[in-house]
């Protein structure tokens, strides 16, 4: 199963402290709306979002439909595929996009450590 691309989401007290260390790191902002509390920054292959007030804890986040790079895919698994492949899997999940829906969405679910993943499609 494919998940997409894949990113922690860091909840972070303070944006612009957190976009200054990780810049020290190495990573170069890509993506985000600073006024909004979110960046996304990435380092070669890794990519990392800070977001602020946004989350109460970490996130694994993956993208289906996306490359590491945040390109458009040709072909991927819709989050509704994947909403039944992990359901008949038996898991969990705690936010369900709707299956008779297309396009962009989102599933949550949780490892046994509670740890929040996210799938979320943006295509």
Same mark, same amino acid.
């Given at each position: ?43 070669? !292959? ?5 977001? !602020? ?14 490359? !590491? ?55």
């Amino acid at each position: 199963m494919e998940l997409g691309s894949f990113s922690v989401s860091l909840t972070v007290e303070d944006l612009e402290a957190s976009r200054a260390f990780y810049a020290k790191l190495g990573f170069v902002e890509v993506h985000g709306e600073e006024s909004q509390g979110w960046l996304i920054l990435r380092n070669d !292959q890794c990519t990392i979002g800070l977001f !602020q007030g946004m989350f109460d804890k970490n996130i694994l986040t993956f993208n289906p439909g996306w490359n !590491q790079e945040g390109e458009t895919l040709g072909e991927f698994a819709d989050i509704r595929e994947l909403q039944k492949h992990l359901k008949a899997e038996g898991l969990t999940l705690i936010k369900e996009p709707d299956e008779s829906g297309s396009g962009p969405d989102s599933l949550t679910l949780v490892d046994p450590d509670d740890n929040p993943i996210l799938i979320d499609q943006h295509v």
